[in-house]
């Protein structure tokens, strides 16, 4: 099973304040919700758990491993293997077809039962041959959050995930959000200042 889990994380910007995080331990049958609001340091600590930002202490260990100890090329190799992030703002490559955009993740090991399922429980199977700029916002974010799970990570990574959605959609992507990473053994870990999250997850983390 999965796992990731933080001790004594700390970390400062240049002439700010010092961030203390609270402890975290998350696996693929216990996700995890960090709410607060704006400025409190969840999209920060989000990038420290991804591997994006470094000069942190204390410990981020993900199945044994604590990455803030690993260096450069050793981390961008655990990212690039295990961790999955679906940013607040859906990234994409506008030369893509919506399909290929799914599919940078897998990095050519494609399961095509998988990416079927997932791109149908996101309701975007009718969208893959659309270029991005064809397709809306919300639209987009499920195409990133599609990409993040085709590729089966040990870690999923979400900033903000629902934030474009209305209540409908934003209840669908949750669900399935919630449903997949435990059927594909991931570890989720939630960033978001949505009160309508809160009523999903069992174990949830309030930074104030």
């Given at each position: 099973?999965?796992?990731?889990?933080?001790?004594d994380?700390?970390?400062?910007?240049?002439?700010?304040?010092?961030?203390?995080?609270?402890?975290?331990?998350?696996?693929?049958?216990?996700?995890?919700?960090?709410?607060?609001?704006?400025?409190?340091?969840?999209?920060?600590?989000?990038?420290?758990l991804?591997?994006?930002l470094?000069?942190?202490?204390?410990?981020?260990?993900?199945?044994?491993?604590?990455?803030?100890?690993l260096?450069?090329?050793?981390?961008?190799?655990?990212?690039?293997?295990?961790?999955?992030?679906?940013?607040?703002?859906?990234?994409?490559?506008?030369?893509?077809?919506?399909?290929?955009?799914?599919?940078?993740?897998?990095?050519?090991?494609?399961?095509e039962?998988?990416?079927t399922?997932?791109?149908?429980?996101?309701?975007?199977?009718?969208?893959?041959?659309?270029?991005?700029?064809?397709?809306?916002?919300?639209?987009?974010?499920?195409?990133?959050?599609?990409?993040?799970?085709?590729a089966?990570?040990?870690?999923?990574?979400?900033?903000?995930?629902?934030?474009?959605?209305?209540?409908?959609?934003?209840?669908?992507?949750?669900?399935?959000?919630l449903?997949?990473?435990?059927?594909?053994?991931?570890?989720?870990i939630t960033?978001?200042?949505?009160?309508?999250?809160?009523?999903?997850?069992?174990?949830?983390i309030?930074?104030?």
């Open positions: 099973m999965n796992a990731i889990t933080t001790k994380l700390i970390f400062q910007y240049k002439g700010a304040k010092s961030i203390h995080y609270p402890n975290i331990s998350c696996t693929s049958e216990e996700p995890v919700l960090v709410h607060g609001q704006s400025g409190t340091g969840k999209t920060t600590l989000l990038h420290i991804g591997g994006i470094s000069g942190g202490t204390g410990e981020v260990n993900l199945n044994g491993i604590d990455l803030l100890k260096d450069a090329k050793k981390l961008q190799k655990i990212r690039r293997q295990q961790i999955a992030i679906i940013f607040q703002t859906p990234h994409h490559v506008a030369s893509l077809s919506v399909r290929d955009n799914i599919l940078l993740g897998t990095h050519g090991k494609i399961d039962k998988h990416f399922k997932i791109i149908t429980s996101l309701q975007i199977d009718h969208l893959i041959h659309k270029q991005p700029s064809e397709i809306s916002q919300g639209e987009k974010q499920r195409m990133t959050i599609a990409r993040a799970l085709v089966k990570p040990a870690l999923v990574l979400a900033d903000e995930p629902t934030s474009a959605l209305d209540n409908e959609r934003a209840d669908s992507v949750i669900q399935l959000l449903e997949q990473t435990k059927n594909i053994g991931s570890c989720l960033v978001t200042h949505d009160d309508r999250m809160k009523a999903y997850f069992k174990k949830s309030y930074l104030a």
